[in-house]
């Protein structure tokens, strides 16, 4: 009898943990227009005199150069490569250090911004600019990591039930 209960106490914990996987891989948003409009610089921070990557999206107009201003650095224009707009520069080894605005200007009117530190050679001032990416503000990893760590504990409750249960007899 016992053991009829533990199976039924798993199967039960196993069905809702499945619809509210359901929920979660249902209900995360779609992508909607102007999203994917992003753009980022690495290294960040930068030490003056390095050459630095900037990769950007445009939402729906990567396949079309875009315009990137910075005070670090100056204007630099971003060529289609790969799905991403990409391009290159050589912070000026004279650059004083500080925090620096880098601006993108898309084709199809849409603007990015993203902050660049640039570092003095002797004295590093901070710890790097992280956060607010292309990624940040998703829903999805943390949702599908937090159905699979509860589905695992089910399930080794489960086991370990049915262990207890079967020494018994």
């Given at each position: ?82 799905g991403f707009l990409t391009g290159a520069v ?55 990591l937090l159905v699979g760590g509860l589905v ?18």
């Open positions: 009898m016992r053991g009829l209960l533990s199976q039924r106490a798993l199967s039960a914990v196993l069905t809702v943990l499945g619809l509210v996987a359901a929920f979660v891989l249902i209900t995360g948003s779609p992508a909607r227009a102007g999203e994917n409009t992003f753009v980022e610089v690495t290294p960040n921070p930068a030490q003056a005199g390095t050459r630095v990557n900037i990769r950007a999206g445009c939402d729906n107009a990567n396949n079309r150069q875009a315009e990137v201003n910075s005070d670090a650095f100056g204007r630099v224009m971003l060529r289609p490569n790969n050589t912070i000026p080894g004279n650059k004083q250090p500080g925090d620096f605005p880098v601006d993108l200007r898309c084709s199809n009117g849409n603007t990015a911004s993203t902050m660049l530190t640039v570092l003095n050679m002797a004295q590093p001032s901070k710890g790097p600019a992280t956060g607010g990416g292309g990624t940040a503000g998703g829903q999805g990893t943390g949702s599908l695992a504990v089910a399930v080794a409750a489960g086991v370990g039930a049915r262990r207890r249960t079967g020494s018994r007899v």
